[in-house]
């Protein structure tokens, strides 16, 4: 009986370890193989802004030039290419997946006079307590439309997409923050 | 071992050893083993303290460290946050083994590995997807931490453990919900409960008398009771009133089932059923709740919304057939009115729904019969609930029945057109029936 809860113990253990380890490697293999592509990001809802650890991310390329709506709470994919100014943009959507370096799932929102709302697999940046606030009012300088200089980087790899750096005047987050500790 | 959780008692047992020595009663010998006996079980408790209290100092040393780590935290690189995210899992898991190995038997130290490890899970998990900006929702973050932590319960005979997972399993399904509470995927809070089950069986078929079975009850209760008003909401079918009225019956019954003979007093299952049959009667006394659709689905439900139903009607269905066993049995140990509340709330509704459709956009059928079928029933409810309060020679439970009678003519008062005269006379009556009740029950409790 004891051996057998020993035993049971250990499967559990080796199941909480393995499921964020899980998580950890598979990011890994994301961060170091994947593609890097920049995302201009968009002005969020002051509302949705403000949610205690982490910036919440709007982006400019969510909004998909597409002549019909996709339908609501499907799944589809996002095909990136670069852009002129070397931001990414989505060369157009499908419901057929695709694999590659330049894919990848999104979630469609809202269709409005030919334009197709989708949202991105990030949004949101998790930071510590400690700099949250600063970060919410550095990220809101830098999304306004007058002064667009703000943009995340992100790393596709065989369809996961993982968020690495949000950055602030081309500096990361952090670094951005401790230059211009005044804000 | 329940002799050794009463240790006031053992303290005046202890205490009295001498003077039934001196008086004869029992001889030096007897005296010196029944002190010996007693003193390990006090020994015991000491420890139970002692785990407590180291419990909180290394939480307390733990948080410290974090304090320390987190001042620095943007300077680590990720591989150093990462390895800082497992270590307190590690720690907390290699305790277990010990647990397992060395202190099996002590629950104190079983109650502290298991919380232990159920919060390193999930303080793993969140730093994890902190720190490589995994994004996912609240409620998926929740289910995958209570899977993982389910096990913990059973392999380290948890109370503490099973507590936190039934918060963890409700608060997942008021995440999942949303303010809609229209969302899909809600209905796993039934797999979620299920899982415990086994857990708080065990517990019953041990003994009912420790304070793990009333904790554990009520958290079950509160979980079930906050997944059954996701899972009526979700069915958008008008199964609230029976599916309560069945929920609180079913507790009712399975409380005065496993009423301890000795006890006067109620336990956890039966007061909070009880509690739970009264205040719905009396919430579904009003007419503007039966103003329903004759079916409980409509074209557009979807198989969840059925299996919402389904589930929601299963309530009802094992109060009724929990009472029909027993009274099969010739063993009515509960309150006739109480356990037929299922069978009056499935009445009025299908009476409610009964009749042509008006056609407009308020579907409105007969309300008014269904509410007063669930007047009479409120009414008779309170008059059996007081007599047996004065049978079983309890103030409190024959003031409960009264009180079933005056918030059931409150509740007419505030919900007719009646005029302030007649509501003031209203009110001095039920009042002055309380007096005169209660002044009756003392003359004949001192009389007796």
């Not at chain 2, 039934?20 to 029944?34: C, K, M, P, R, T």
């Amino acid at each position: 009986m004891k051996s057998f809860r020993l035993l049971l113990f250990a499967v559990v253990a080796l199941a909480q370890l393995g499921l964020p380890a899980g998580a950890v490697w598979m990011r890994s293999q994301t961060l170091s193989k994947g593609r890097l592509w920049k995302f201009r990001t968009a002005p969020v809802d002051p509302i949705d802004a403000v949610r205690g650890r982490y910036v919440a991310l709007a982006f400019t390329a969510e909004k998909v030039p597409q002549a019909e709506a996709l339908p609501p709470r499907s799944t589809a994919y996002a095909f990136l290419k670069e852009g002129s100014d070397g931001f990414a943009v989505v060369d157009h959507l499908s419901n057929t997946s695709g694999h590659g370096d330049n894919v990848i799932k999104v979630e469609p929102g809202s269709w409005w006079k030919g334009e197709q709302h989708v949202s991105f697999p990030f949004d949101r940046f998790w930071v510590t307590e400690k700099i949250a606030p600063a970060a919410e009012r550095a990220y809101a300088a830098g999304t306004r439309p007058e002064k667009e200089n703000a943009y995340v980087t992100a790393r596709v790899h065989d369809g996961d997409a993982a968020l690495e750096q949000l950055y602030i005047d081309d500096q990361p987050l952090v670094e951005y923050l401790r230059n211009h500790p005044t804000r | 071992m329940a002799e050794s959780t009463d240790l006031r008692a053992i303290r005046w047992l202890r205490g009295q050893l001498p003077k039934l020595v001196a008086g004869g009663v029992i001889n030096a010998q007897s005296a010196d083993a029944i002190d010996r006996h007693y003193s390990a079980a006090a020994a015991r408790s000491t420890n139970f303290g002692f785990v407590i209290l180291a419990a909180i100092g290394s939480a307390l040393v733990g948080a410290g460290i974090i304090l320390l780590v987190a001042h620095n935290w943007d300077d680590f690189s990720r591989t150093t946050r990462c390895g800082i995210a497992f270590l307190p899992l590690v720690v907390a898991q290699i305790l277990g083994f010990f647990v397992l190995l060395r202190r099996n038997d002590s629950p104190a130290w079983r109650e502290s590995v298991a919380i232990l490890d159920v919060a390193t899970v999930g303080t793993a998990i969140a730093l994890v997807s902190q720190i490589f900006q995994i994004q996912g929702n609240f409620a998926n973050f929740l289910r995958v931490w209570m899977l993982l932590s389910i096990p913990i319960v059973y392999l380290f005979r948890a109370n503490f453990g099973a507590v936190a997972y039934l918060i963890g399993s409700a608060a997942w399904v008021l995440g999942k919900a949303g303010w809609s509470f229209h969302r899909p995927g809600t209905m796993f809070f039934w797999v979620l409960l299920l899982l415990i089950i086994p857990f708080y069986g065990g517990m019953v078929r041990r003994g009912r008398a420790g304070w793990g079975f009333h904790v554990l009850s009520v958290a079950l209760i509160v979980a079930a009771a906050i997944g059954l008003q996701v899972t009526v909401e979700f069915a958008n079918g008008a199964v609230g009133a029976v599916a309560f009225a069945g929920f609180f019956t079913t507790v009712y019954l399975a409380g005065m089932r496993w009423q301890d003979d000795g006890s006067r007093s109620l336990n956890v299952l039966s007061l909070i059923g009880g509690l739970g049959i009264a205040v719905t009667a009396v919430v579904l006394s009003f007419e503007d709740i039966w103003q329903v659709r004759a079916g409980f689905l409509t074209t557009g439900s979807s198989l969840e919304q059925k299996m919402a139903v389904t589930i929601a009607l299963l309530f009802p269905a094992a109060a009724i057939a929990l009472a029909a066993w027993s009274f099969a049995r010739g063993k009515i140990f509960y309150s006739l009115a109480a356990a037929c509340f299922p069978l009056v709330a499935t009445v009025a509704r299908l009476v409610a729904g009964w009749g042509p459709d008006s056609g407009g956009s308020s579907d409105r059928r007969s309300p008014f019969a269904a509410s007063i079928l669930l007047n009479v029933y409120a009414l008779v409810l309170g008059i059996e609930l007081m007599v047996r309060g004065i049978r079983a020679g309890s103030v409190l439970r024959a003031n409960f029945g009264l009180l079933v009678i005056a918030a059931l003519a409150l509740a007419r008062f505030f919900d007719s057109d009646l005029s302030f005269v007649t509501r003031g006379v209203g009110f001095i009556v039920v009042g002055a029936g309380f007096l005169i009740a209660n002044l009756f029950f003392f003359r004949k409790r001192g009389s007796a």
